[in-house]
């Protein structure tokens, strides 16, 4: 604290967050075996490698294992034409961790914040149903098992982990007015001082709304992919486009490794 005008401190602590699962279902004529029988282990070492990147659960025969909605789903018409069925869905979970330091100060009337986001981490699950399995003899020769699987390739690929990193890196300087600073944490903190200590969980609620945004450009960048490709296969019943996957993934990398100008935000909207 120097003459008054300045007050500063540390804060520093290990946040972890996750996002909205998405459903993105598939659609097949295809049938087979309703128990419950274990997914055999794929021989095809792409195939093999995705399994283990995509960390899936799988849910086999049965009813739809969850409650949410569809993505897709399509409520009967008034025409008298039917929801759409689908047959198989697949949904992702991203969720991260880091760890964070960051020094703040009072300057004038302006609180500026400057996180250091470091050992941040990231992590991607899958859940995938089938209604009807193929038997384990067929299972990975199965159009709709592997629509599922283009699906699960689309959302675990790494270079979504970099481009998180990337705009975490870019938060290097939060800028908040009174009002700004009220709207986040309530009017009563200016109640003794003009120029308060805040505590670390109040730095954190501050920077939160930037991180999460940061997080959210990443979960739409994943669902947009989800939604094309269903869009192109309607839904596992055509073939995907010779060389999509090599061409998203591409955009993605380039995305991800583009050079960005760090955030230098005032907190009045998005702090």
Known sequence: MSGGRERFGVTAWLTWASFVIVTNPAHSQSAGPTE??????PEEAG????????RITWHLGGRRPYTSRLLYERPAGGDGSRE????AETRFE?????????????HQDVLEIRPHFFNVRWNVTHQVWLKRPPSPERFWQSALVLHEMDHVRTSSHPAYAALFR???EQITLLRFDRAAIRRVLGGGVFDRTQRPRLSGDQIRQLIKPSTMAAFDRVVD???????ELDRLTDHGLIALPLHW???QEAALEGIANATGTSD????AGRP
């Open 36 to 41: 419950d029988a274990a997914v055999p282990a």
């Open 221 to 227: 960048l994943a669902e947009i992919r989800y939604r």
């Open 264 to 267: 230098n935000q005032m907190g």
């Open 94 to 106: 991203m969720s991260y961790k880091y760890e964070s330091r960051c020094p703040w100060r009072w």
């Open 47 to 54: 195939l093999a490698d995705l399994v283990s990147r995509g």
């Open 166 to 168: 990337r705009d975490l």
């Open 84 to 87: 759409r069925v689908f047959d």
């Open 245 to 247: 996957h090599e061409q």
